[in-house]
């Protein structure tokens, strides 16, 4: 179902035989009304014509016609009130229905008068902005209701500068996507066409998704897209909007750790020669990232977290890097671990026995020497205090900066078995001390920063969401005109 609404202005109607005086169209298009039969053939609708052709020309029957006049109170300057447009309304409807032009018969029932009017239904001046927008929203919410599918072709050409401003903006909130701006030029045939509220609707869409990207909300970002992608698309390079897509599934599955995901997804870009330099470096950090590449993602996901309030999701990465952390210690000293069905796995949660008998020490915990340990946070930090020491090595300072954490380890397992809420009062008393300011935890996440860099032996890579944030800000810039 299309809908065509059209300003009526000055310029609408044009009568051959009967020349129009200045400022006086109501009384001229009375006239018009009163000798209709007689100047009927020397009447015509350069603009609204135009619209309705092209329609015709795309194959398109309006199932509406909305015009919008003037006709201001009796109250109102004479002079004003002497432009107002009703009774040329009127007969463009009349024009319109009577089947003696050009153009689409329209019957009466599909073409309605819309008289600018306050919610008093006083009539109003029709270069108010604020009332001439008030009263569009209004009746084209009505209409957006009661037609909620198709488009909505807003010839905006007549009309005062108001009423253009106001059905723009009002037909945009109203339709959406499926509002399209009709322009006509009078040295031109047909009109130029514009999705309105796609051009319109676009800016705000794509800033919905850089705030998506900004808190990691790749998920809510990617059904936006997905969505709206027609919208979002307006005046983007055809490269990017192919691109745009599977960048927020690779940073959705790369937040989620699920880096076989990430793969996938970039994999799907038609042609990365848009970007070349930027796509290897996503695909490369994905490909085979090594332990401490790894503990470097847990870092960086921890961090985001933090930054973005979510302080009870924070505890999880947290727990996770200090293990990693250990377990990194671990196996460079040595350490065998196995899975549960007793192969090595250096990500496996047992103590490989084998190994166990080879070594000079028993750990406090173990007590059966038929069967593999069972691995934890506090037996493989003995572990490590256990091995640095045999190899006179001393690594105090940094134990004692993973010990720190320990406590955040205790307040996530008790928000397991709870259901209790987290505060950032609350990983600041347990990292800092009893009595510390809610800013105390914002040291957390540096702590952590300086740990990887002890343990690793590297400089932390940088945050790969701000590469990707970055990226998708460029891939949403529109095209020069």
């Not at 609404?5 to 001229?28: Q, S």
């Not at 609204?48 to 919008?68: C, D, F, M, N």
């Not at 377990?327 to 490989?352: H, K, M, Q, T, Y």
Request: with cysteine; charged share 20%.
């Amino acid at each position: 179902m299309t809908l065509l609404i059209c300003n009526i202005g000055t310029r609408d109607l044009v009568c051959a035989d009967l020349p129009k005086p200045n400022h006086a169209e109501r009384a001229w298009a009375a006239t018009i009304l009163e000798r209709y039969p007689e100047l009927r053939p020397a009447l015509s609708l350069p603009i609204i014509g135009k619209a309705l052709r092209y329609l015709a020309s795309e194959a398109i029957i309006p199932a509406q016609v909305i015009l919008i006049a003037s006709d201001q109170d009796t109250a109102a300057d004479p002079s004003f009130r002497a432009g107002d447009t009703c009774h040329s309304a009127a007969v463009i409807a009349r024009m319109l229905s009577d089947g003696s032009t050009d153009l689409p018969v329209l019957p009466q029932t599909v073409v309605e008068v819309w008289i600018i009017a306050d919610p008093e239904g006083r009539g109003g001046d029709p270069s108010d902005y604020d009332l001439v927008l008030a009263f569009l929203e209004r009746r084209l919410a009505a209409l957006a209701m009661a037609y909620p599918h198709g488009s909505a072709f807003l010839e905006v050409t007549g009309g005062t500068p108001a009423m253009t401003t106001g059905l723009l903006i009002a037909g945009a909130e109203m339709f959406g996507a499926r509002s399209e701006l009709l322009s006509v030029h009078p040295r031109r045939e047909r009109p130029a066409t514009l999705g309105a509220g796609r051009r319109l609707l676009a800016a705000p869409l794509r800033a919905t998704l850089m705030s998506n990207a900004a808190t990691c909300a790749y998920d809510a970002a990617l059904r936006t897209f997905t969505v709206e992608r027609t919208t979002i698309g307006d005046r983007l390079a055809p490269q990017a909007l192919e691109t745009i897509g599977p960048l927020l599934a690779y940073a959705y599955c790369r937040y989620n750790f699920d880096f076989p995901g990430a793969r996938a997804a970039l994999a799907t870009v038609p042609d990365a020669a848009l970007n070349a330099d930027v796509f290897a470096d996503l695909v490369a950090q994905v490909h085979a990232p090594d332990r401490r590449d790894l503990l470097a993602e847990v870092y960086h996901g921890a961090a985001v977290r933090y930054t973005g309030g979510l302080y009870a999701d924070f505890l999880t990465p947290v727990v996770r890097f200090e293990e990693n952390v250990l377990r990194l210690l671990c196996l460079e000293r040595g350490v065998v671990f196995a899975d549960r069905e007793g192969n090595a796995d250096d990500d496996g949660s047992f103590i490989d026995r084998t190994w166990l008998r080879a070594q000079s020490f028993t750990l406090r915990r173990d007590r059966d020497d038929n069967r593999n340990l069972s691995s934890s946070r506090s037996l493989m930090r003995e572990l490590v205090g256990v091995l640095t020491r045999a190899h006179n090595e001393d690594l105090h300072l940094l134990l004692a900066a993973i010990d720190q954490m320990q406590a955040l380890a205790y307040l996530r397992n008790e928000l397991t078995h709870s259901l209790d809420g987290v505060r950032k009062t609350d990983l600041a008393v347990r990292f800092a001390g009893h009595r510390s300011p809610a800013a105390a935890a914002d040291t957390i996440v540096p702590h952590m920063a300086q740990i990887y860099v002890q343990v690793s032996g590297r400089t932390l890579p940088p945050s790969p969401y701000t590469a990707i944030n970055t990226f998708l800000a460029r891939l949403l810039q529109p095209e020069t005109p």
